[in-house]
């Protein structure tokens, strides 16, 4: 746990207008990259599991005609 410790005018770290809108877009940064994160992996699933299913498919289709 970070302690705040009061400044020489009384005031805490982290009141201010500016550290709280840092904070606020340290916050919204974050989100930003866990979801474009996100949507990358999603996105490499798909154009992997698509075509492995539909060879998995038409591989049990053509299997009677062949063996």
Not at 17 to 37: D, F, K, N, Y
Not at 41 to 57: D, H, M, R, S, Y
């Amino acid at each position: 746990m970070v302690e705040i410790q009061a400044n020489g005018r009384g005031r805490t770290h982290w009141t201010d207008s500016l550290s709280r809108a840092g904070e606020r877009a340290r916050q919204v940064l974050l989100i930003l990259a866990l979801t474009a994160v996100s949507v990358y992996g999603l996105l490499q699933v798909k154009l992997v599991e698509i075509p492995l299913l539909l060879a998995l498919i038409l591989a049990s289709a053509i299997t009677p005609l062949v063996g």
